[in-house]
């Protein structure tokens, strides 16, 4: 496995491999691997001959009071890492290789980077969006991987992709969870053992949602509010939300596309998690009662 830290080197690498007519799948990441990351570069290796991972805790996605500073690092541990998941190079460039003096320039995905996490954390999207940009270009990728916990994010890529004509394919991940439920997060390393058991709420908000709406209750406004009554007085939320998948706009009646979204704060931990109300057995069931119904 290759590590590679400037943009230079990077599209010298990627300009050689697409001429001997190899594909390029990338994934990129924060670093911090854990078993969701390495469930992305499984998958990308499935599509691509070439995989590349970056690695590059971006600052321009970071509020002021947010969690710059101490995010969570092991450069070496995640060599090792995706080097045993057959990775053939790791792309790590530092800040000032990425927004040298002068960086002037930045992606807004207008409306999608509104609502549920760009309502509290301003400009992140438009870190988000830039810095990605900037990885499709020096990396020239055919594919790239993101997880869906990370639901917004990934509508954003796939916007921007669409609305700046990049010929890439953006691929949606599950989310891969604990044994317990809680979703894999590089940020679950800031909780203690009450705070991770806490954090259990966000999928329980799920399997409520679900087996309300399987009971046959269709009206978002009532999940939601009987979501927020059931997590912790300890937990802050900072939205509970039912949106469809793509557009990210208020579900009001659950259907097919519509998606329970959650972010709340354990101690001082933000956290996230996202799935489909209605599983693809119950999708399929109300297809069919419409049909009868027609
Ligand atoms: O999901 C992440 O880890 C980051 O937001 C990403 C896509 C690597 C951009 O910095």
């Given at each position: ?37 390495l469930a992305l570069m499984a998958a990308a290796g499935k599509m691509a001959n070439q995989v590349v991972v970056s690695l590059f805790v971006n600052p321009i996605q970071f509020g002021e009071n947010e969690d710059l500073d101490c995010y969570p690092r092991n450069f070496a541990g995640d060599c090792e890492l995706a080097e045993q998941e057959g990775v053939d190079v790791i792309f790590a460039p530092s800040p000032v290789e990425m927004y ?195």
């Amino acid at each position: 496995m290759e590590i590679i830290k400037t943009g230079a080197a990077m599209t010298a690498w990627s300009n050689e491999k697409i001429a001997g007519g190899e594909s390029i799948a990338l994934v990129p990441t924060m670093g911090f691997f854990h078993a969701g990351h390495l469930a992305l570069m499984a998958a990308a290796g499935k599509m691509a001959n070439q995989v590349v991972v970056s690695l590059f805790v971006n600052p321009i996605q970071f509020g002021e009071n947010e969690d710059l500073d101490c995010y969570p690092r092991n450069f070496a541990g995640d060599c090792e890492l995706a080097e045993q998941e057959g990775v053939d190079v790791i792309f790590a460039p530092s800040p000032v290789e990425m927004y040298p003096p002068g960086f002037q320039t930045a992606i807004e995905v207008k409306k999608l980077s509104l609502p549920l996490c760009g309502a509290d954390r301003p400009g992140h999207f438009t870190g988000v969006a830039t810095v990605v940009g900037k990885l499709f270009n020096l990396v020239k990728p055919q594919f790239a991987v993101f997880g869906e916990k990370d639901l917004q994010q990934l509508a954003i890529i796939r916007q921007m992709v669409g609305d700046l004509n990049w010929d890439i394919k953006i691929v949606g991940h599950p989310i891969v969870r604990e044994a317990d439920g809680l979703a894999l997060s590089s940020r679950n390393s800031y909780l203690n053992s009450e705070e991770r058991q806490t954090g259990l709420c966000l999928n329980r908000s799920l399997e409520l949602a679900r087996q309300m709406a399987g009971n046959g209750e269709k009206s978002a406004a009532r999940l939601i509010a009987a979501i927020k009554k059931n997590i912790p007085s300890a937990v802050t939320i900072d939205y509970v939300s039912i949106v469809q998948a793509d557009t990210l706009a208020d579900s009001h009646e659950i259907d097919q596309d519509s998606i329970l979204a959650l972010a709340v704060k354990v101690g001082r931990t933000r956290l996230i998690d996202n799935g489909r109300i209605l599983l693809p057995e119950d999708r399929r069931q109300k297809a069919e009662d419409r049909k009868g119904n027609t």
